[in-house]
């Protein structure tokens, strides 16, 4: 069965620099999140769009921004990216009307130095 | 506001042993979900288990199952004759049920299990 898929998977920046993570998610599903894991953190939720508009927000800092798109995939832009930022980026996807379990894709790593 | 404790930060146990796994969660929603996702060395996020606040039955999925008690606001999950590839970090989650709205997960801290030979 088909996955959420998110690229890239590893990602390395510089300090000040932006980063642009994507996210397809499956097929038929309407509905995207965003979440940030830390260094042996649990996942912290960041945002989450039902058909392509924004639906909640968690805490997503003001230099990050994102969208979900006409064909449902979802792109998390980051600027000024800090040190603190390097985690283990997940986006996850579900079907709003249907069962509504979160799938999750493989992550992106971020590393910023 | 929702918050999952997941008491047990790390648990050992040798393979063919029944492992369980405690979460405690507290929530103002009157329905909910909640949910079981398996973290492996690799990375991922894997989907286990998911029960609806209004279903109390406990059932069992091959080696896996789970006694979700609203009681007590508990929802533990076991694995019987535990084996290697079990090792992983096991995430308890909760949600509110949907209303329309892309409900966000609220996560424990996370138990890592380890399993040896």
């Known amino acids: 069965a088909a996955g959420v898929i998110q690229s890239p998977r590893h990602l390395i920046k510089e300090k000040r620099e932006t980063a642009t993570l994507k996210c397809y998610p499956i097929?038929?599903?309407?509905?995207v999140y965003w979440y940030q894991q830390g260094p042996g953190q649990d996942p912290q939720f960041l945002i989450s769009f039902y058909e392509k508009m924004q639906s909640d927000k968690g805490s997503i800092p003001d230099r990050f921004s994102a969208q979900q798109f006409s064909d449902y995939h979802s792109e998390l832009n980051m600027s000024s990216l800090e040190l603190g930022d390097s985690a283990l980026y997940f986006c996850?996807?579900?079907?709003?009307?249907?069962?509504?379990?979160?799938?999750f894709g493989p992550g992106t790593r971020l590393l910023v130095l | 506001a929702q918050k999952v404790t997941q008491a047990q930060t790390e648990i050992s146990v040798v393979e063919k042993e029944d492992v369980t796994l405690d979460c405690v969660y507290e929530?103002?929603?009157?329905?909910?979900?909640l949910f079981w996702y398996k973290q492996p060395p690799s990375g991922e996020l894997v989907f286990l288990i998911r029960?609806?606040?209004?279903?109390?039955q406990n059932e069992i999925s091959g080696r896996y199952s789970w006694n979700f008690q609203k009681s007590t606001s508990s929802f533990n999950f076991t694995i019987t004759a535990s084996q290697v590839v079990d090792s992983a970090v096991y995430f308890c989650a909760l949600s509110p049920t949907g209303d329309g709205t892309a409900s966000k997960l609220t996560f424990g801290t996370g138990t890592r299990l380890q399993v040896t030979l």
């Open positions: 097929p038929r599903h309407d509905t």
């Open positions: 996850a996807s579900s079907f709003l009307g249907g069962e509504e379990t979160q799938y």
């Open positions: 929530t103002r929603d009157t329905t909910y979900y």
């Open positions: 029960r609806n606040s209004f279903d109390e």
